[in-house]
């Protein structure tokens, strides 16, 4: 039996200690999948677009998506290029700044501002810096807890080009990270001290912009996590490598989370020269070996991120108005639309989100092997620069992260 593994329903529960209120909050839903179990959604929307809720102007250069736990919306910005220190925002659910908390240096070369997305457990939040460091903080009021440093701890020579963007993965008392390099590839961090679990070493590739994913194969509990040239399967107990498959993309952009069901693993890269492209691999002998089952050398998702329903693939290619409704199973094109620029997509209630990187749209879109239909969609109003934050939704509100701004729409049907 192949199943995917989600740590936010039992065991994050269970050992989150003395938090106020138990909740979990992560990287494109609970399963990093980019699916919401939300209901009672909006099925269209009116012409201008959802009821803005609230807004907020001044949160600062930034990428990431908000967390929302504990009652709390939460994300992070870099007010000063200069001084580059990255900020905690933590807002009610009405929209009210509750309180702000600096961490440290964040990134300011090539597209400044904040990448990882916080994650939640309980009375803990985990931040990654885009100058490569790990920050646990308290949930309540943002005091940090305890920070390790990719440079001084473990031995990273230099920060990736475009900065750390990881929103790092929790796994029981664990916090794993992608440092990259060759002796401490891939590390286990206690959660609640800091301190070293086990490391897997690699090759001396650097890290990429990527999420890692824990899943579940019969009895085997795997980290899959990627470098700027290979996806590894690791074991989440002792960090030993199981395998190391290459996968190359001439700028070293890996920007989309691994997607995992029914025992098969895809991973999409993109790159006009890269011979890897769309790839879905087949776990073996409860995931300690792989092999291909089918690759699309020609798609190109750079960083918009896929979402699986059923036995489909939908997403878009980058760069230009192509989205996509593809065969799970052999890689096969569906369906082709041409309405949207290319973007970033969720899922929630049986219908997609899409968030178009260029014109700044958020359309809601019904899609199926049969159709690709376009419902409702309006024009982001606030922000600055790119519109790369993905969407999240959370009990009937819509987030919408575009850099300096935030803003939350309705779409409960209550």
Same mark, same amino acid.
């Given at each position: 039996m192949t199943r995917i593994f989600f740590p936010s329903l039992l065991s994050l529960i269970l050992i989150s200690s003395c938090s106020q209120k138990s909740e979990f909050s992560d990287w494109r839903g609970h399963a990093r999948d980019g699916i919401f179990p939300e209901t009672g959604l909006l099925k269209e929307w009116p012409e201008e677009g959802p $009821?803005? &809720?609230? $807004?907020?102007?001044?949160?600062? !250069?930034? !990428?990431?998506? =908000?967390?929302v736990a504990n009652d709390l919306v939460y994300v992070t910005g870099v007010k000063d290029s200069a001084q580059a220190i990255g900020t905690l925002f933590a807002f009610e659910l009405?929209? !009210?700044?509750?309180?702000?908390?600096?961490?440290?240096?964040?990134?300011?070369?090539?597209?400044?501002?904040t990448r990882s997305t916080p994650v939640v457990v309980g009375d803990h939040i985990y931040l990654e810096s885009g100058a490569g460091a790990i920050y646990c903080l308290n949930a309540f009021?943002?005091?940090? *807890?305890w920070s390790r440093d990719f440079i001084q701890d473990f031995g990273v020579d230099t920060i990736i080009q475009f900065g750390y963007s990881e929103s790092v993965l929790i796994d029981g008392d664990q916090l794993i990270s992608v440092p990259g390099g060759k002796e401490n590839n891939v590390v286990a961090i206690n959660r609640f001290t800091g301190e070293s679990i086990w490391v897997s070493k690699g090759v001396g590739e650097q890290a990429t912009y990527n999420s890692p994913i824990l899943i579940e194969v019969g009895t085997q509990r795997l980290v899959i996590a990627m470098t700027s040239g290979s996806i590894m399967g690791i074991d989440a107990a002792t960090g030993e490598m199981y395998w190391q498959v290459e996968q190359t993309q001439r700028n070293k952009i890996h920007a989309n989370t691994p997607l995992y069901a029914d025992g098969k693993l895809l991973i999409s890269s993109a790159d006009p020269t890269s011979t890897s492209g769309l790839v879905l691999f087949e776990l073996l002998d409860? #995931?300690? $070996?792989v092999k291909e089952v089918w690759r699309d050398r020609k798609f190109r998702n750079l960083l918009g991120g896929l979402v699986r *329903? /059923?036995?489909? *693939?939908?997403? %878009?290619?980058?760069?230009?108005? /192509?989205?996509?409704?593809?065969?799970?199973?052999?890689?096969?094109?569906? &369906?082709?639309?041409?309405?949207?620029? #290319?973007? $970033?997509?969720?899922y929630a209630d049986g219908l997609f989100?899409?968030?178009?990187?260029?014109?700044?749209?958020?359309?809601? =879109? /019904?899609? %199926? @092997?049969?159709? +690709?239909?376009?419902?409702?969609? +309006?024009?982001? @109003?606030?922000?600055?620069k790119e519109h790369w934050a993905r969407l999240v939704i959370h009990e009937g509100v819509l987030y919408v992260r575009h850099g300096d701004a935030l803003m939350a729409y309705d779409i409960g049907t209550s």
């Open positions: $009821s803005l &809720l609230w $807004s907020f102007e001044g949160l600062g !250069h930034g !990428h990431n998506s =908000v967390a009405e929209g !009210h700044l509750q309180w702000k908390k600096e961490y440290g240096k964040d990134f300011t070369d090539n597209f400044i501002g009021n943002g005091e940090e *807890i409860e #995931g300690r $070996s *329903i /059923d036995s489909c *693939i939908y997403g %878009s290619t980058a760069f230009g108005k /192509d989205w996509r409704v593809m065969d799970w199973n052999t890689g096969e094109m569906l &369906l082709q639309n041409k309405e949207l620029g #290319g973007g $970033s997509i969720i989100y899409c968030y178009t990187e260029r014109e700044g749209e958020v359309a809601l =879109v /019904d899609a %199926s @092997p049969e159709k +690709f239909e376009v419902i409702s969609k +309006f024009d982001v @109003p606030l922000g600055t």
